[in-house]
């Protein structure tokens, strides 16, 4: 993180990297739901613990409005990850949720934190 993106961005924090891809869920019980995966095991993406053990799973709740939870693999954590491994051997546990937002939604959510906002 350089002084130039906290200036011009307004964070100080970067999450790792990851790759995205739709795919069936990793979630336990729900092998056939379809989502956008946010894989960051990958070993090559260099990701510190406890990135290196999670996948963001997010789905479409309206339109440019997306809720996301956080997966995070829970056993077998040393190996390499191998995405041709089933997911149950992982033993993946939810750790929470998140919301994405497009500008529009982004706007309204400000008019409704606002002073008289919600009036």
């Excluded at 995205?20 to 613990?49: C, F, I, M, T």
């Amino acid at each position: 993180m350089t002084f130039y993106e906290v200036i011009k961005y307004g964070y100080d924090k970067k999450g790792g990297l990851f790759v995205a891809h739709r795919a069936e869920s990793v979630e336990p019980g729900k092998p056939d739901k379809q989502v956008l995966q946010l894989n960051y095991r990958w070993r090559n993406l260099k990701n510190p613990p406890p990135l290196r053990y999670l996948i963001d799973e997010l789905v479409e709740i309206a339109d440019g409005l997306y809720l996301g939870q956080l997966l995070f693999a829970t056993d077998n954590i040393l190996k390499d990850y191998d995405p041709g491994c089933p997911a149950a051997e992982y033993k993946y546990e939810h750790f929470g949720y998140f919301l994405l937002m497009d500008n529009e939604w982004n706007k309204e959510k400000n008019y409704l934190l606002s002073p008289g906002g919600t009036e």
